[in-house]
């Protein structure tokens, strides 16, 4: 069974940083692409960052430059470092791969920022 449980989310002032992890279960972790998607309120999900097997990335043109994803394949765990936070960051976070054809989310994390 395929488990993905974000943490690190939070409230912080503009111009700070957050480290969201994700850890996965339940697939050869090594071998999956892996996502970070947000939502705001009133809008629709958004793809952040996402992160190949390769290590190859990519990034909303939002956050280039702010955003670093990476992973730790011996700990099964993707992470999004935020840096630079803005008011518009403000959303729920959902660590996102695809097995079997399926699309599966975490639970999601809350980050706030405000001053």
């Known amino acids: 069974q395929v488990q993905l449980v974000e943490s690190g989310g939070g409230l912080v002032q503009p111009g700070g940083s957050l480290r969201l992890s994700c850890a996965a279960s339940?697939?050869?972790?090594?071998?999956?692409?892996m996502g970070w998607y947000r939502q705001a309120p009133g809008k629709e999900r958004e793809l952040v960052a996402s992160?190949?097997?390769?290590?190859?990335?990519t990034y909303a043109d939002s956050v280039k430059g702010r955003f670093t994803i990476s992973r730790d394949n011996a700990k099964n765990t993707v992470y999004l470092q935020m840096n630079s936070l803005k008011p518009e960051d403000t959303a729920v976070y959902y660590c996102?791969?695809?097995?079997?054809?399926?699309?599966?989310w975490g639970q999601g994390t809350q980050v706030t920022v405000s001053s």
């Open positions: 996102n791969t695809f097995h079997t054809g399926y699309a599966y």
């Open positions: 339940g697939i050869i972790f090594t071998f999956k692409s």
């Open positions: 992160i190949r097997s390769s290590a190859s990335t």
